[in-house]
């Protein structure tokens, strides 16, 4: 039997049942992103009728009013018009636009009794009154939290018009407690568009006391004394010559405390305590979560952050979620209180001060919205270092039930923390990491042409710009570890903006001439988080230029050579989709000697030569041949010059891949770079030496484009070895994975037709992107069209 039309939201849930899932259209989902309460929901429209009752039945046959006429709806009543008397909702209502007033009620004189405790309620919390509609997101994370919710009080009413038409009702209670209309539904979706089958959602649709009024909210009020962060020569606060700091400190609240607290009031409502505190009860497989990134530190630590950071994390949230919860009846209830000190928190700036230590900052910082959306950012991001088939995804206790499901949940719900965030409209360090380790997750997730990925790059160089770290700042006051880590989320930020940039041909956000980006110091975190004495003594060993003199190559090494490599790329991008009226070549030879005057005034142990055996050093060896190879490349689209030399180039590339590739696999461990370096870097180049094959293999097609002598038999050899190795490491999860198997297809085409005998009846190609490659000149037109160089290397992995 068909259900009525019904808006229900899916639950956050265990063993697959988290539905808040990164592409937010599974199971004809929609999202509500802009409702007055800024609340992420997953819709589900039931496009169904209403059962059909037996009209003989008692219960339905239709109540006339004493004088035998029937009722009329409420708005038609009240108004003394004429009501249609049309079930559930009359069509006079449906013109006037009053269709959510509209109800049968049965009987409209009599005055219901109340209680002094309603009335009471009433007028202490008279928001709660008129308060909008709510689908609240229910959360069956862990199978003992379910039975701490709220149980359905009323059955709901069977009828099409259920989710838009609600009489107005009196809220008595807090949100686990409010008098409203709820319902169970159980969902099974067995065909999804990601490909997951047979997954059971929990569904709650929570019905509440009032319609929808948008912008009733007060969140969309304006608080006084908002942080509006850098302000830079020109701003407001500086107009008045020599007072800039005077005006900066009397514009800043007197009672920091009590604006906070009505900042508080103003910003968040019930329904954002009970959403927050659904994400919280994710903390349960807390143990599941250490344990992956334990595993990810394992294979890869990374640069920007520090591993020292999220364990002392882990350690403050298991302590203050265990103190929250542990031996209460109630759990959900202390888990709300806990949501609410998360919002207080968030909104509270945190004073530093210079002798504050990573334990000092982590614990001050822990219990806010930012921080943990941090944290789930870094656990969907540690999904993907992390082996398929590793014991880990096999656990029956993981959330969403696979590594799919809980690189989903890790996304959806790092989403809701920040969207919680932005409910505060607060600015800090806390909030710029999880930006940029979210904006990271976003990218290897949908992949670098989805404008989801370029859409959080907008917030992640805008928060970066409101903090001032494009700019040297006085840190006098900051702890010495959190200075270096603005300067590694600077370059990470930068690094991702001419990825990007380079990728889809648009012009950059951030651009040096007007940003002061200082490179981050030669040392380590266990460096940088040391004691003074010990911080001071690796000081000393660095040179002027700020290398460690123990050739250790370390996360301070690498951000300082993706710095280095990033300026080049942002002259590349001047010289590609530049304006500038300079002569062309002569602009890319002064890029190229830039280019190799820094590589060659790096320290001796970031030389790369061909006995390295170290994975890192060979990547970073490709990163700077890829520097000329996008180089050359724009040489020969924009004038045609350079041919020979992208040639060169190309070759050089893939066999340091290949030699890469096969030491490695020698030693039984393939390095995670060297994976990245396979498709942003060998998979570009590939194409060019592809295309150059096909060209010099068909005599009746136009000359080559090259005096030099083309080593064929070599590239043929080089090409055939590398797709085999593409076809392994190159995983299908990858959010770039369709376009990389896009120029696989064509890079496959051109080795089968060079080395299949010449016929008279040639076999038709399979398709490759929708099209049908018919003969050789409109394959080499295919091939020439195809961008091979928009194949980047990301740089803030």
Same mark, same amino acid.
């Given at each position: ?11 956050? %849930? ?28 997953? =819709? ?35 108004? !003394? ?29 009599? !005055? ?18 008129? /308060? ?5 997101? /229910? ?30 009702? !009196? ?161 959900? %209830? ?121 859409? !959080? ?8 710009? %409101? ?20 300067k590694r989320i600077m370059i990470g930020a930068y690094g991702m903006d001419k990825d990007l940039a380079l990728f889809l041909g648009r012009p950059p956000r ?73 002569? =062309? ?74 030699? $890469? ?58 090409? /055939? ?23 696989? $297809? ?24 929708? $099209? ?19 194949e980047i290397r990301p740089t803030f992995s």
């Open positions: 039997m068909k259900q009525s039309t019904e808006s229900i939201t899916i639950s956050l %849930a265990n063993q697959g049942q988290f539905s808040l899932l990164s592409d937010y259209s599974r199971f004809g989902g929609k999202l509500a992103w802009g409702t007055p309460n800024a609340v992420l929901l997953i =819709v589900v429209n039931l496009l169904t009728e209403p059962p059909v009752a037996s009209t003989n039945h008692p219960e339905n046959m239709e109540r006339k009013r004493r004088n035998g006429q029937l009722p009329s709806c409420e708005p038609c009543r009240k108004s !003394k018009l004429g009501c249609d008397h049309t079930k559930p909702i009359c069509n006079r209502c449906v013109r006037r636009g009053r269709t959510d007033e509209c109800y049968y009620h049965p009987s409209p004189l009599t !005055k219901p009794r109340q209680s002094n405790a309603i009335a009471q309620s009433q007028n202490q919390d008279p928001i709660a009154s008129d /308060s909008i509609r709510d689908l609240s997101v /229910s959360s069956t994370v862990s199978r003992s939290s379910a039975a701490h919710h709220p149980a359905p009080l009323t059955e709901p009413r069977q009828s099409k018009a259920a989710a838009i038409r609600k009489p107005r009702q !009196k809220l008595t209670h807090g949100p686990s407690q409010s008098h409203s209309r709820n319902a169970n539904v159980s969902v099974n979706a067995s065909v999804s568009p990601i490909g997951i089958h047979a997954v059971s959602v929990s569904v709650s649709a929570s019905v509440s006391a009032s319609p929808l009024t948008i912008g009733e909210s007060h969140a969309w009020e304006k608080r006084p004394f908002a942080n509006p962060g850098f302000l830079g020569l020109t701003s407001y606060s500086d107009n008045v010559t020599g007072y800039a700091a005077v005006l900066d400190h009397a514009m800043r609240p007197r009672d920091s405390g009590s604006s906070t607290s009505g900042s508080i009031a103003a910003a968040v409502d019930s329904r954002q305590v009970e959403l927050g505190a659904q994400v919280l009860l994710l903390l349960d497989h807390l143990p599941v979560f250490e344990e992956l990134l334990e595993k990810r530190f394992a294979i890869w630590e990374g640069w920007i952050f520090s591993t020292q950071m999220f364990r002392c994390l882990i350690k403050d949230l298991r302590d203050l979620y265990r103190d929250a919860t542990e031996g209460l009846q109630d759990k959900y %209830a202390c888990v709300l209180e806990l949501s609410r000190s998360f919002f207080r928190n968030t909104a509270t700036e945190i004073e530093l001060r210079a002798s504050m230590t990573l334990s000092e900052y982590v614990a001050l910082s822990a219990a806010r919205w930012d921080t943990y959306a941090l944290l789930l950012s870094a656990i969907g991001y540690a999904i993907y270092h992390v082996a398929h088939d590793d014991p880990i995804f096999q656990s029956g206790t993981l959330p969403g039930k696979d590594r799919k499901g809980l690189r989903r949940i890790a996304l959806a719900a790092s989403d809701i923390c920040l969207q919680l965030c932005d409910r505060l409209g607060t600015i800090s360090d806390s909030l710029c990491c999880a930006i940029l380790q979210h904006s990271v997750l976003v990218h290897h997730t949908y992949g670098t042409g989805d404008y989801r990925t370029w859409q !959080k790059l907008g917030d992640l160089t805008t928060i970066v710009f %409101a903090l001032g770290l494009h700019q040297a700042g006085d840190d006098s006051n900051i702890p010495f570890f959190l200075s270096e880590l603005r951030i651009c040096k001439q007007y940003c002061n980006i200082q490179s981050p110091l030669d040392l380590t975190w266990e460096e940088l988080i040391a004691a003074p004495t010990v911080r001071q003594a690796a000081l000393q060993k660095l040179d002027a230029q700020g290398w460690n003199t123990e050739r250790k190559l370390g996360s301070g090494a690498r951000g300082r050579t993706i710095h280095l490599a990033c300026l080049i790329r942002e002259d590349i991008l001047e010289l590609s989709i530049g304006q500038g009226r300079d002569n =062309v070549e002569e602009h890319a030879e002064r890029v190229l000697k830039r280019a190799r005057q820094w590589r060659s005034e790096l320290p001796a142990f970031l030389q790369w030569g061909p006995e390295s055996t170290n994975p890192e050093l060979a990547s970073l060896h490709l990163e700077f041949l890829h520097q000329d190879f996008l180089i050359y490349s724009t040489l020969v689209k924009r004038i045609g010059k350079g041919h020979d030399a992208l040639i060169n180039v190309s070759l050089e590339i893939i066999t340091c891949l290949l030699d $890469m590739v096969s030491m490695q696999m020698r030693s039984l461990k393939t390095h995670m770079l060297t994976t990245l370096d396979l498709c942003y870097v060998g998979l570009p180049a590939a194409g060019v030496l592809a295309t150059e094959l096909l060209r010099h293999s068909q005599p009746k097609l136009e000359p080559a484009l090259s005096s030099a002598l083309f080593p064929r038999s070599e590239v043929i050899q080089k090409l /055939s070895v590398f797709i085999s190795h593409a076809d392994t490491f190159i995983q299908q999860h990858e959010g770039d994975y369709e376009i990389a198997l896009q120029g696989q $297809m064509l890079i496959r085409q051109v080795l089968d037709r060079v080395l299949s005998p010449m016929t008279d009846q040639p076999f038709p190609d399979p398709p490759i992107n929708g $099209m049908t490659i018919g003969d050789d000149v409109d394959f080499m037109a295919l091939l020439e069209s195809f961008d091979w160089e928009q």
